[in-house]
């Protein structure tokens, strides 16, 4: 799938605005579409399940009200300190910090009160350590897993109401306390009847119309957004949120994700991901092999389990290599309540909702991407590019040089292994100059979720002090790649 427009812009640059998840750094895709109504009428489009029922008049009024009111705060927040250091306070710093921290709690307040796809975002914007201000990654962190949970009726109704049979006839054992809570579902421990020990993942009732709804408010929020900041159209964010978020409402899906991934790692011991047992699992509830391990952020744990924490962030590197570059099957949502660490270190994987398959060219594509950046050739590199689609306004190569070193180049050249503010600083200075003289018009949509990963990855990489060589980690793949493709 590729996503066209008279105008794509992708923006990498340090801007403080609504919501907060973009400042100091995110990758920014700014698109012209036209009349707004074309993109309300691609949005309407996505597959939710027919049986979606919104919530009624007064919970969607209230919670438009509570979005529009938490935007304009933060926006208004941001406008305010950017205007006392046009007029020359003395600290602008420590105004922008303070206005980081309120803006941060604002958005974990309302998210908790109103739950649904704030959750999703607030969950993104605490992975970012490598990009954002701290004021944002710490006031958010506790949300990838420890959401308030749900009652334990509503979640015993809901198993009942899927499996079509009592709770006791089901499991033995069923543990009422949630082991995690998260935006869409929550977590038990159970015992089947037949002994074995999973956890079983439940789907909130009436998530699916929730969700639908925040994404028509948040939509609305970017219109408006969008027109106050005509540099900063975010639509085109929204338009890939909608078209995946059906995928992870939907458990059937996960199981086959899991499966895929879980066949693709049987080799490796070092690679855990947990059998689903599908004869007890539905649309909306997902019964899988229970396995332990320290959330993959918790360094103090780690460090106290005797866990090399360098080795965990070579074998995330190794690990995602495989999924896009060998097996072009990839999670596209490693945040961290997703990833545990056992001793040795053996990385568990979870949560397969958000997975992508890449079609065989395009994986390729990706492959000739890759290699062609880290050897440095440029005329590969543009061919590269115009083989995956991209596109820009003249056809000239300085566009998507400049892409390839914000891709990849400029952290392998540098040494490093994530993506630090201060590179993304100078990237930032240098790629809207080139994109204002030659924009790219055409993108394929798949690169979207490719750039979303290695940026969660690389504030993984923060996290664990990442000490991995990328170059000598990567071009192995991407070696062993080429020479394949070159022998069929």
């Known amino acids: 799938m590729k996503i066209s427009a008279r105008s794509i812009t992708v923006k990498l640059k340090g801007f403080r605005c609504a919501y907060g998840c973009f400042i100091r750094g995110l990758t920014f895709v700014r698109v012209e579409l036209g009349p707004m109504a074309a993109i309300d009428q691609s949005l309407v489009q996505i597959d939710f399940p027919p049986e979606t029922r919104n919530p009624g008049a007064i919970e969607r009024a209230r919670r438009f009200s509570q979005v529009v009111w938490l935007a304009a705060r933060v926006y208004v927040g941001y406008k305010s300190a950017q205007l006392r250091k046009r007029m020359g306070a003395r600290d602008p710093d420590e105004i922008f910090r303070r206005q980081d921290l309120r803006a941060a709690q604002a958005l974990r ?5 109103l739950e649904g796809l704030l959750i999703k975002a607030s969950q993104f914007i605490a992975t970012r350590a490598d990009v954002l201000p701290d004021e944002w990654v710490v006031t958010l962190s506790g949300m990838h897993d420890r959401v308030p949970a749900r009652p334990f009726a509503m979640i015993r ?3 009942e109401r899927e499996l079509g049979k009592p709770l006791t006839e089901t499991f033995s054992e069923f543990d009422p306390t949630p082991l995690a809570s998260a935006s869409l579902a929550q977590v038990h421990r159970a015992t089947l009847r037949d002994g074995r020990r999973c956890a079983v993942k439940v789907q909130y009732p009436g998530i699916d119309g929730i969700v639908r709804a925040d994404l028509r408010n948040m939509l609305f929020v970017l219109r408006i957004l969008a027109k106050l900041e005509p540099d900063f159209d975010f639509t085109i964010i929204a338009r890939e949120a909608l078209k995946y978020i059906p995928m992870e409402l939907d458990f059937v899906h996960e199981a086959e994700n899991s499966a895929t991934m879980r066949r693709n790692f049987a080799t490796d011991p070092d690679v855990v991901v947990p059998e689903v047992y599908r004869e007890y699992t539905t649309r909306r509830v997902l019964t899988m092999e229970l396995l332990e391990g320290i959330k993959v952020t918790d360094i103090a744990a780690i460090e106290r389990a005797g866990i090399d924490k360098h080795a965990v962030a070579q074998k995330l590197v190794d690990i995602f290599c495989e999924q896009i570059l060998r097996d072009g099957f990839f999670h596209a949502d490693p945040h961290p309540g997703n990833i545990l660490v056992q001793p040795g270190p053996r990385v568990v ?13 395009f994986r390729d594509g990706i492959v000739r991407l890759t290699f062609a950046i880290l050897s440095g050739n440029r005329d590969a590199m543009v061919a590269a590019f115009t083989e995956l689609g991209f596109r820009t306004r003249d056809g000239s190569p300085d566009t998507l040089l400049a892409l390839a070193e914000g891709f990849l180049g400029s952290t392998v050249k540098r040494g490093k292994a994530y993506a630090d503010k201060e590179l993304i600083q100078e990237f930032s200075e240098e790629l809207p100059k080139k994109l204002k003289r030659n924009p790219v018009v055409e ?4 690169v979207l979720l490719v750039s979303r990963v290695m940026g969660l990855l690389s504030g993984l990489g923060k996290s664990l002090d990442s000490r991995v060589d990328l170059f000598s980690t990567i071009m192995p793949y991407a070696q062993r790649l080429l020479m394949a493709q070159g022998a069929k």
């Not at 307040?109 to 009160?113: G, H, P, S």
């Not at 994987?349 to 060219?361: I, N, Q, S, Y």
């Open 109 to 113: 307040k309302t998210a908790l009160r």
């Open 157 to 159: 109704e809901q198993i």
């Open 349 to 361: 994987l979870l949560d397969f909702g958000l997975a992508k398959d890449f079609p065989p060219a």
């Open 443 to 446: 993108v394929p949509g798949d």
